[in-house]
Protein backbone atom coordinates (compact mmCIF):
# COMPACT_ATOMS: atom_id res chain seq x y z
CA UNK A 1 0.00 0.00 0.00
CA UNK A 2 1.61 2.90 -1.12
CA UNK A 3 -0.06 6.24 -0.19
CA UNK A 4 0.61 9.88 -1.22
CA UNK A 5 -0.05 13.10 0.69
CA UNK A 6 -0.20 15.98 -1.66
CA UNK A 7 0.08 19.05 0.30
CA UNK A 8 2.16 17.83 3.35
CA UNK A 9 3.78 20.71 4.71
CA UNK A 10 0.18 22.84 4.83
CA UNK A 11 -1.68 22.92 8.15
CA UNK A 12 -4.37 20.44 7.05
CA UNK A 13 -1.39 18.22 5.72
CA UNK A 14 0.08 18.13 9.36
CA UNK A 15 -3.04 16.95 10.46
CA UNK A 16 -3.44 13.84 7.67
CA UNK A 17 0.00 13.24 9.06
CA UNK A 18 -1.29 13.16 12.76
CA UNK A 19 -4.34 11.23 11.81
CA UNK A 20 -2.56 8.55 9.31
CA UNK A 21 -0.12 7.65 13.02
CA UNK A 22 -3.33 7.33 15.04
CA UNK A 23 -5.71 5.37 13.02
CA UNK A 24 -2.91 2.92 11.83
CA UNK A 25 -3.98 2.82 8.30
CA UNK A 26 -1.64 -0.14 6.71
CA UNK A 27 0.56 1.63 4.80
CA UNK A 28 3.93 0.19 3.79
CA UNK A 29 5.39 3.43 1.86
CA UNK A 30 4.09 7.48 1.93
CA UNK A 31 5.36 9.96 0.05
CA UNK A 32 4.93 13.62 1.00
CA UNK A 33 4.21 15.98 -1.81
CA UNK A 34 3.88 19.68 -2.14
CA UNK A 35 4.94 22.41 -4.05
CA UNK A 36 8.10 23.10 -5.77
CA UNK A 37 8.99 25.88 -2.89
CA UNK A 38 9.02 22.80 -0.34
CA UNK A 39 10.17 20.09 -2.50
CA UNK A 40 13.65 18.87 0.03
CA UNK A 41 12.29 19.74 3.24
CA UNK A 42 12.61 17.35 5.99
CA UNK A 43 9.08 15.97 7.80
CA UNK A 44 9.54 13.16 10.30
CA UNK A 45 6.61 10.54 10.23
CA UNK A 46 6.42 7.63 12.22
CA UNK A 47 10.14 7.65 13.62
CA UNK A 48 11.38 8.12 10.31
CA UNK A 49 12.75 11.33 8.20
CA UNK A 50 11.14 11.75 4.74
CA UNK A 51 11.85 14.30 2.10
CA UNK A 52 9.42 16.26 0.16
CA UNK A 53 8.88 15.49 -3.26
CA UNK A 54 7.47 17.36 -5.98
CA UNK A 55 4.24 16.33 -7.85
CA UNK A 56 5.81 14.81 -11.13
CA UNK A 57 7.96 12.47 -9.08
CA UNK A 58 4.55 11.62 -6.96
CA UNK A 59 2.88 10.77 -10.10
CA UNK A 60 5.86 8.71 -11.49
CA UNK A 61 5.80 6.67 -8.22
CA UNK A 62 2.57 5.14 -9.07
CA UNK A 63 0.72 5.32 -5.39
CA UNK A 64 -2.91 3.31 -4.42
CA UNK A 65 -4.07 6.44 -2.97
CA UNK A 66 -3.26 9.94 -2.98
CA UNK A 67 -4.63 12.76 -0.33
CA UNK A 68 -5.08 15.74 -1.72
CA UNK A 69 -5.08 19.02 0.25
CA UNK A 70 -3.37 21.72 -1.50
CA UNK A 71 -5.72 23.49 -2.91
CA UNK A 72 -8.58 23.82 -6.03
CA UNK A 73 -5.61 24.82 -8.38
CA UNK A 74 -3.64 22.37 -7.77
CA UNK A 75 -6.38 19.72 -7.87
CA UNK A 76 -7.80 20.88 -10.77
CA UNK A 77 -4.37 20.32 -13.02
CA UNK A 78 -3.23 17.26 -11.13
CA UNK A 79 -5.61 15.18 -9.11
CA UNK A 80 -6.31 14.08 -13.22
CA UNK A 81 -2.89 13.03 -13.52
CA UNK A 82 -2.93 10.91 -10.57
CA UNK A 83 -6.40 9.01 -11.69
CA UNK A 84 -5.13 8.35 -15.36
CA UNK A 85 -2.52 6.22 -14.31
CA UNK A 86 -4.95 4.59 -11.58
CA UNK A 87 -4.39 6.48 -8.55
CA UNK A 88 -7.28 7.02 -6.19
CA UNK A 89 -7.66 10.50 -5.40
CA UNK A 90 -9.34 11.68 -2.28
CA UNK A 91 -9.63 15.36 -2.93
CA UNK A 92 -10.37 17.75 0.04
CA UNK A 93 -10.36 21.20 -1.90
CA UNK A 94 -13.70 22.44 -3.84
CA UNK A 95 -12.22 21.57 -7.31
CA UNK A 96 -14.61 18.88 -7.58
CA UNK A 97 -17.10 18.76 -5.23
CA UNK A 98 -20.15 20.24 -7.38
CA UNK A 99 -18.76 17.72 -10.34
CA UNK A 100 -21.78 15.79 -11.30
CA UNK A 101 -19.12 12.91 -12.14
CA UNK A 102 -17.54 13.10 -8.64
CA UNK A 103 -19.00 11.52 -5.57
CA UNK A 104 -19.18 13.97 -2.14
CA UNK A 105 -18.28 11.49 0.77
CA UNK A 106 -18.88 11.51 4.15
CA UNK A 107 -18.52 8.13 5.09
CA UNK A 108 -20.99 7.50 7.74
CA UNK A 109 -23.49 8.50 5.28
CA UNK A 110 -22.86 7.98 2.05
CA UNK A 111 -19.61 5.74 1.69
CA UNK A 112 -21.04 2.68 0.26
CA UNK A 113 -22.10 4.31 -3.25
CA UNK A 114 -18.25 4.06 -3.79
CA UNK A 115 -16.86 2.02 -6.30
CA UNK A 116 -14.05 1.00 -8.07
CA UNK A 117 -14.16 3.21 -10.53
CA UNK A 118 -14.31 6.74 -8.54
CA UNK A 119 -10.93 7.72 -9.31
CA UNK A 120 -11.33 11.14 -8.08
CA UNK A 121 -13.38 11.35 -4.80
CA UNK A 122 -14.29 15.03 -3.58
CA UNK A 123 -14.12 15.69 0.30
CA UNK A 124 -17.02 18.18 1.35
CA UNK A 125 -16.34 21.64 2.91
CA UNK A 126 -15.77 21.17 6.50
CA UNK A 127 -18.92 23.16 7.71
CA UNK A 128 -20.97 21.06 5.82
CA UNK A 129 -19.50 17.89 7.22
CA UNK A 130 -20.30 18.42 10.65
CA UNK A 131 -23.70 19.82 9.81
CA UNK A 132 -24.59 17.14 7.65
CA UNK A 133 -23.47 14.59 10.50
CA UNK A 134 -25.65 15.44 12.76
CA UNK A 135 -28.71 16.22 10.09
CA UNK A 136 -28.26 13.02 8.17
CA UNK A 137 -30.26 10.32 10.54
CA UNK A 138 -33.13 13.08 11.18
CA UNK A 139 -33.58 13.84 7.66
CA UNK A 140 -34.09 10.31 7.44
CA UNK A 141 -36.52 9.85 10.45
CA UNK A 142 -38.32 12.94 10.13
CA UNK A 143 -37.85 14.31 6.58
CA UNK A 144 -36.66 17.94 6.79
CA UNK A 145 -38.59 20.44 4.82
CA UNK A 146 -36.04 23.90 5.74
CA UNK A 147 -32.61 24.63 7.32
CA UNK A 148 -31.35 28.04 8.35
CA UNK A 149 -27.62 27.97 9.07
CA UNK A 150 -25.47 30.68 11.23
CA UNK A 151 -21.86 29.71 11.24
CA UNK A 152 -19.08 31.29 13.78
CA UNK A 153 -16.01 29.52 12.24
CA UNK A 154 -12.52 28.73 13.24
CA UNK A 155 -9.56 30.86 11.48
CA UNK A 156 -7.94 27.65 10.83
CA UNK A 157 -10.40 27.32 7.88
CA UNK A 158 -8.85 30.08 6.27
CA UNK A 159 -5.48 28.94 6.80
CA UNK A 160 -1.72 29.25 8.37
CA UNK A 161 -1.91 33.25 7.55
CA UNK A 162 -5.06 33.82 9.28
CA UNK A 163 -3.21 32.20 12.09
CA UNK A 164 -0.51 34.45 12.01
CA UNK A 165 -2.61 37.43 11.77
CA UNK A 166 -4.51 36.86 14.36
CA UNK A 167 -1.19 36.27 16.81
CA UNK A 168 0.11 39.55 15.71
CA UNK A 169 -2.78 41.33 16.20
CA UNK A 170 -3.04 39.80 19.74
CA UNK A 171 0.58 40.46 20.23
CA UNK A 172 0.31 44.19 18.84
CA UNK A 173 2.47 43.75 15.74
CA UNK A 174 1.81 44.50 12.24
CA UNK A 175 2.22 41.73 9.53
CA UNK A 176 0.23 40.06 6.23
CA UNK A 177 -3.56 40.40 6.34
CA UNK A 178 -5.66 37.04 5.62
CA UNK A 179 -8.50 39.12 6.45
CA UNK A 180 -10.41 42.62 5.11
CA UNK A 181 -10.19 43.74 8.68
CA UNK A 182 -8.75 42.74 12.02
CA UNK A 183 -10.34 39.32 13.49
CA UNK A 184 -8.88 39.87 17.19
CA UNK A 185 -12.12 40.74 19.55
CA UNK A 186 -13.89 40.90 16.42
CA UNK A 187 -16.66 38.67 13.91
CA UNK A 188 -16.14 38.90 10.43
CA UNK A 189 -19.92 38.08 8.44
CA UNK A 190 -17.89 37.19 5.38
CA UNK A 191 -16.38 33.78 4.85
CA UNK A 192 -14.30 33.68 1.16
CA UNK A 193 -15.66 36.20 -1.60
CA UNK A 194 -18.99 37.59 -1.93
CA UNK A 195 -21.26 35.86 -5.22
CA UNK A 196 -23.64 37.98 -7.46
CA UNK A 197 -26.69 36.72 -5.09
CA UNK A 198 -24.76 38.78 -2.21
CA UNK A 199 -24.00 34.96 -0.75
CA UNK A 200 -20.50 34.04 0.17
CA UNK A 201 -18.99 31.12 -1.19
CA UNK A 202 -19.17 29.66 2.36
CA UNK A 203 -22.40 29.83 2.52
CA UNK A 204 -23.64 28.37 -1.16
CA UNK A 205 -21.45 25.60 -0.25
CA UNK A 206 -23.69 24.95 2.84
CA UNK A 207 -26.88 24.73 0.69
CA UNK A 208 -25.35 22.88 -2.59
CA UNK A 209 -22.89 20.38 -0.96
CA UNK A 210 -26.03 19.60 1.33
CA UNK A 211 -28.22 19.01 -1.61
CA UNK A 212 -26.21 16.63 -3.14
CA UNK A 213 -24.73 14.63 0.01
CA UNK A 214 -28.43 14.17 0.81
CA UNK A 215 -29.72 13.48 -2.85
CA UNK A 216 -32.84 16.09 -2.05
CA UNK A 217 -32.45 19.42 -3.86
CA UNK A 218 -36.12 20.33 -2.62
CA UNK A 219 -34.41 21.30 1.39
CA UNK A 220 -34.74 24.95 1.90
CA UNK A 221 -31.80 25.71 2.79
CA UNK A 222 -30.08 29.33 3.68
CA UNK A 223 -26.98 30.14 5.62
CA UNK A 224 -24.71 32.90 6.98
CA UNK A 225 -21.19 32.28 7.97
CA UNK A 226 -19.13 34.55 9.86
CA UNK A 227 -15.57 34.21 10.85
CA UNK A 228 -14.46 34.37 14.81
CA UNK A 229 -11.46 34.58 16.72
CA UNK A 230 -11.41 31.07 17.75
CA UNK A 231 -8.70 27.66 17.13
CA UNK A 232 -10.75 24.83 18.38
CA UNK A 233 -13.16 24.35 15.71
CA UNK A 234 -16.54 25.51 13.67
CA UNK A 235 -19.61 26.13 15.68
CA UNK A 236 -22.69 26.24 13.71
CA UNK A 237 -26.11 27.11 14.95
CA UNK A 238 -28.93 25.19 12.87
CA UNK A 239 -32.90 25.78 12.37
CA UNK A 240 -34.71 22.58 11.40
CA UNK A 241 -38.11 22.20 10.03
CA UNK A 242 -39.14 19.05 9.59
CA UNK A 243 -42.51 17.55 7.75
CA UNK A 244 -42.95 15.07 10.32
CA UNK A 245 -43.32 15.30 13.72
CA UNK A 246 -41.11 14.62 16.32
CA UNK A 247 -40.22 14.61 20.43
CA UNK A 248 -37.37 16.03 21.66
CA UNK A 249 -36.30 12.91 23.90
CA UNK A 250 -36.28 11.34 20.55
CA UNK A 251 -33.75 13.59 18.66
CA UNK A 252 -31.62 12.99 21.58
CA UNK A 253 -32.07 8.93 21.76
CA UNK A 254 -31.31 9.23 17.21
CA UNK A 255 -28.19 11.04 17.58
CA UNK A 256 -26.49 9.65 20.90
CA UNK A 257 -26.81 6.41 18.86
CA UNK A 258 -25.67 7.94 15.58
CA UNK A 259 -21.67 7.07 14.86
CA UNK A 260 -19.28 9.85 15.18
CA UNK A 261 -21.81 11.77 16.97
CA UNK A 262 -21.38 13.20 21.18
CA UNK A 263 -24.37 14.78 22.53
CA UNK A 264 -23.54 17.26 24.93
CA UNK A 265 -27.24 18.37 26.39
CA UNK A 266 -27.40 19.55 29.73
CA UNK A 267 -27.88 23.46 29.64
CA UNK A 268 -28.86 24.03 33.06
CA UNK A 269 -25.22 22.49 33.96
CA UNK A 270 -23.51 25.05 31.61
CA UNK A 271 -22.47 21.86 29.39
CA UNK A 272 -22.57 22.09 25.71
CA UNK A 273 -20.53 22.08 22.80
CA UNK A 274 -18.01 24.71 22.67
CA UNK A 275 -14.83 24.36 20.30
CA UNK A 276 -12.36 24.50 23.26
CA UNK A 277 -13.18 21.13 23.83
CA UNK A 278 -13.60 20.14 20.43
CA UNK A 279 -10.44 20.38 19.36
CA UNK A 280 -7.70 17.52 18.39
CA UNK A 281 -10.85 15.15 18.55
CA UNK A 282 -12.72 13.17 15.94
CA UNK A 283 -16.26 13.52 16.99
CA UNK A 284 -19.33 16.23 15.48
CA UNK A 285 -20.58 17.50 19.12
CA UNK A 286 -24.41 18.53 19.65
CA UNK A 287 -25.98 20.38 22.03
CA UNK A 288 -28.53 23.14 22.47
CA UNK A 289 -31.60 20.94 21.59
CA UNK A 290 -34.78 22.32 22.11
CA UNK A 291 -37.97 22.70 19.91
CA UNK A 292 -38.56 25.72 18.06
CA UNK A 293 -42.03 26.92 18.62
CA UNK A 294 -42.59 29.51 16.54
CA UNK A 295 -43.03 27.71 13.53
CA UNK A 296 -45.04 23.31 13.36
CA UNK A 297 -42.38 20.94 13.77
CA UNK A 298 -39.17 23.21 14.45
CA UNK A 299 -35.81 22.22 15.77
CA UNK A 300 -32.69 23.84 16.77
CA UNK A 301 -29.46 22.72 17.38
CA UNK A 302 -26.06 23.96 18.18
CA UNK A 303 -23.48 21.88 16.59
CA UNK A 304 -19.42 22.00 16.83
CA UNK A 305 -16.16 20.25 15.61
CA UNK A 306 -12.73 20.39 14.80
CA UNK A 307 -12.92 21.48 11.27
CA UNK A 308 -9.02 20.10 10.82
CA UNK A 309 -10.40 16.89 11.83
CA UNK A 310 -13.57 15.44 10.96
CA UNK A 311 -14.24 18.86 8.91
CA UNK A 312 -11.08 17.78 6.81
CA UNK A 313 -8.09 15.51 7.63
CA UNK A 314 -10.55 12.36 9.43
CA UNK A 315 -13.22 12.68 6.76
CA UNK A 316 -10.77 11.98 3.85
CA UNK A 317 -8.83 9.26 5.62
CA UNK A 318 -12.01 7.62 6.43
CA UNK A 319 -12.64 7.58 2.95
CA UNK A 320 -9.25 5.95 2.33
CA UNK A 321 -10.26 3.02 5.30
CA UNK A 322 -13.27 2.39 3.54
CA UNK A 323 -11.52 2.41 -0.15
CA UNK A 324 -8.77 -0.13 1.30
CA UNK A 325 -11.00 -2.11 4.05
CA UNK A 326 -13.42 -3.40 0.53
CA UNK A 327 -10.64 -3.53 -1.84
CA UNK A 328 -11.81 -0.60 -4.19
CA UNK A 329 -8.67 1.29 -4.69
Not at 38 to 50: A, M, P, R
Not at 184 to 197: I, M, R, S, T
Not at 283 to 295: E, Y
Amino acid sequence: MKVALVGATGIVGNVMLEVLTERKLPINQILLVASSRSVGKEIDFEGKTHTVIGLEDAVNARPNIALFSAGRATSLQWAPKFAAIGTTVIDNSSAWRMDPSKKLIVPEINANLLTQEDKIIANPNCSTIQMVMALAPLHKNYNIKRIVISTYQSITGTGIKAVEQLNNEIEGKTGDMAYPHPIHKNALPQCDVFLENDYTKEEMKLVNETHKIFNDSAIGITATAIRIPVIGGHSESVNLEFENSYEVNEIRSILDQTEGIEVQDDPKNSFYPMPIGAQGKDSVFVGRIRRDSSIQNGLNLWIVSDNLRKGAATNTIQIAEYLIKNKLF
